[in-house]
């Protein structure tokens, strides 16, 4: 009997020789036509909490613009994209056993991966995260607001959160629990002296929860969570609080994603860059003197805080108070 076969240049069928099969004739196709099979998009995001949040906002522009893809990705944060509607298959960093083979190796796929963080427009502090990152996936920017999807369970996670007074979510630390070289990392964590002067003046009229790492100062008088929690349940803090003080870090990007209006302390990194407009932003004030940026590369300081590049000699030289005042009067 005669085999046929469809080769990947000619789209007449070939045909070869099984002698000693009895069954019927059959066409084997050796390499399907791209144009039936399964198109795929993979985008790998390495990187902080915060970064994974942010770039959730641009999954609704890349479905529309590839509405015939699936979206795969690949994050150093896995929950954060788990039960967004837009996304196909969802993998951790360094944890893609057979991704090769189910979607690379003779496939349609589109693949980007980019580091946001080193295009002229972020370092110049032209440009948000988020439109940088539109650029490299060749989607419009539109000042997209991240989204945070969660499912029954994680929204009951909120409940856990009620107080007998207003929740009031002041965050003085960042980062990560592990494997910070300081604990206080003055690039974005707040002074202890700015922090009890804050705190002075919110106590009364609510419930504040301070949020902060092991090992760093605490504020007498206040519910303290200074121990790791699932990122979701931290997303739940931010959606069951009614007002919030945060710094530079994943929690302003989730208040932004659940639309929640919050006051955010800028210090050594920039709202250009990371901060929403729905927020108020209140940046440091520029350093005085000649500062000595001796490690300085692409960026004026380490995202680690490192002692010596601090340019500041007190809160009062990092932050106009008054500014603060009418803040917290605002809120």
Known sequence: ?????????????QSI???????????????????????YIVWHIEGGLGKNVAATALLPSLAKKYKDRKIIIVASYPEVFLNNPHIYRVYRVGLTAYFYDDYILGKDTLVFRHEPYFQTGHILKQKHLVENWADLLGVEYTKQLPELHRNMIQKNFDLGWKRDK????????????SGQQHGYAWIRDMPIELSLYIAEKIVKDYHVIQITREGTPTIQGVEVINYPLTNMELFSL?????KRILIDSCLQHSAAAFNLPSTVLWIGTASENFGYEMHTN?????????????DAYL?????EGV????????????FNLKEIDVALKNL
Do not use: R, W
Request: with cysteine; net charge positive.
């Open 1 to 13: 009997m005669k085999v046929g076969y469809q080769t990947t240049v000619d789209k007449q069928y």
């Open 17 to 39: 020789q099984a002698d000693g099969l009895k069954a019927l004739p059959v066409l084997i196709s050796v390499a399907q036509k791209k144009d039936k099979m399964e198109k």
């Open 166 to 177: 207003p929740l009031f979510l002041f965050q003085t630390n960042g980062g990560l629990f």
């Open 238 to 242: 931010v959606a069951a609080s009614e």
């Open 282 to 294: 209140i940046k440091a004030l520029p350093p005085k003197g000649n500062t000595k940026l001796i």
């Open 299 to 303: 960026f004026d300081a380490s995202f």
């Open 307 to 318: 002692p010596h590049e601090c340019p500041y000699q007190d809160i009062n030289e990092m």
